[in-house]
């Protein structure tokens, strides 16, 4: 006779199973919603939190870093003086406010004066679109997106109609507002048209000193022949845990673009599933992480090539100083007959510590045989040879070693279309420096 065993829940996980008792009645969302609620949070309680154990979280194991579950974030109070998001101040966008997971228009500044472009509260959005189903983008079977379906408790639907190109970038801005640690479950819809065009921000920040924590999903679909520039930036605060699923499916000769750029947060974890399911698409996933301290920063990548004659790019770069961690792990999954692909994957790590610590896992997956598909991966220190030549022409050492990171990063952050955002990410890279 084969006896399951299944291991000991740890406190968080005791935590979540109570929060969900508690509040799976008062959450918002009827019929449809609430089913989906409860088989998510079904799913999720069957496996538990991830951990080393799982292949795909086996470098941040989720069971031992997540030591408690803290309770929901509660309504946001006043909006405070000032700009909500530090990194991107000055950028000229329309910009729309989720803080604590929940819509909150007195924090936003969207103007809702372009009839190609539309923004609701989540919850409205799925009451008026009964025909969406929600989940159905890549990613959707990951224990963290699990346990975002079954606590999500706000957000908001934006949609770019067929051929608009909003003049001004669309900035989503996650904020938490408060004095102790809570949870927030935020999840956003963004649908892009046939022929739209749209420049997305999504950031992520709050207060320094709080142990907030952080569970997002963005499901992303990009229409035949449109365009997506999507940038995110996580700003969060010093002892903060935040996962953040991503899952976006492509169609035809569209284009996508998306760069993470990480400067804060304690354990952050940005995942993206992208899938392309038209012909002659093209996608490019960059990004640049600046860690120190104790920080634990992973970036996994899943792409998939369903359809044939699709390019796909992936770069990213990491620069760890102390005890950080930096993982890296991306996989391109070439399914048959996706013949015509063209797929390429590129990590690189700096050391500026001799403690710190980069996890570099590229991986390919080929099920069809007339394709172009490659990775690499490099972790070092910064090249001596270079600091002395700076240094030996009257450059002082740290300004030297700054000079070094700042053209190390500056090569992905470049590529980034929109300058504003392009200026201001480089700003905060040179405030990092400055912080050493």
């Known amino acids: 006779m084969n006896a399951e065993v299944r291991a000991m829940k740890t406190a968080a996980e005791q935590a979540l199973s109570a929060a969900f008792a508690a509040a799976c009645d008062t959450l918002p ?14 799913r999720f309680d069957a496996k538990g939190l991830p951990h080393r154990r799982v292949e795909e979280w086996k470098y941040t194991d989720l069971r031992a870093l997540m030591r408690e579950a803290k309770p929901l974030a509660g309504p946001a109070g006043a909006k405070p003086k000032g700009d909500i998001e530090p990194v991107l101040t000055g950028v000229d966008a329309n910009h729309t406010a989720i803080v604590n997971g929940r819509y909150e228009p007195a924090w936003s500044d969207f103007k809702d004066n372009d009839p190609g472009v539309s923004i609701v509260e989540l919850f409205k959005f799925l009451a008026d679109e009964p025909g969406y189903r929600l989940g159905e983008t890549p990613g959707s079977g ?5 346990l975002n379906t079954a606590f999500m408790s706000g957000g908001v639907a934006l949609r770019v109609k067929r051929g608009a190109a909003p003049a001004k970038p669309i900035h989503i801005a996650h904020v938490f507002s408060g004095d102790a640690g809570a949870a927030m479950y ?8 046939p022929g739209a065009q749209l420049t997305l921000i999504e950031s992520f920040s709050g207060p320094e000193g709080i142990d907030y924590q952080v569970n997002s999903a963005l499901e992303l679909v990009i229409g035949d022949g449109a365009r997506v520039d999507h940038i995110k930036v996580g700003c969060d605060g010093g002892a903060a845990l935040r996962v953040s699923t991503l899952g976006v499916a492509v ?11 990480t400067v804060g947060g304690a354990v952050v974890r940005n995942q993206t599933f992208v899938r392309f399911g038209g012909e002659g698409s093209e996608g490019a996933i960059d990004g640049a992480s600046l860690l120190k301290g104790r920080q634990h920063v992973d970036n996994t990548l899943v792409i998939s090539h369903a359809v044939g004659h699709c390019m796909s790019r992936e770069r990213f770069k990491s620069v760890l100083d102390g005890e950080s961690h930096g993982i890296f792990q991306g996989k391109i999954i070439v399914e048959p007959h996706a013949q015509k ?4 994957m590129m990590t690189r790590a700096l050391l500026l510590s001799d403690e710190a610590e980069a996890d570099n896992k590229p991986e390919l997956e080929i099920f069809a045989d007339d394709v172009v598909c490659g990775h690499g991966a490099t972790a070092g220190a910064l090249d001596e040879g270079l600091r002395f030549y700076l240094m030996s022409r009257g450059i002082p050492a740290k300004e030297a070693e700054a000079l070094l990171v700042q053209a190390f990063i500056g090569e992905v952050v470049e590529e980034i279309a929109h300058e504003g955002v392009r200026d201001a990410l480089m700003f905060a890279a040179l405030k990092w420096l400055g912080s050493r």
């Open 341 to 344: 692909t063209d797929g390429k």
């Open 251 to 261: 169609g035809a000769k569209a284009n996508y673009k998306n760069f993470a750029f």
């Open 142 to 146: 990951d224990p963290a997106h699990w």
């Open 186 to 193: 935020p999840r956003v819809v963004v649908i892009v048209e």
């Open 29 to 42: 969302g009827k019929g449809a919603v609430a089913a989906l609620r409860e088989d998510a949070f079904k």
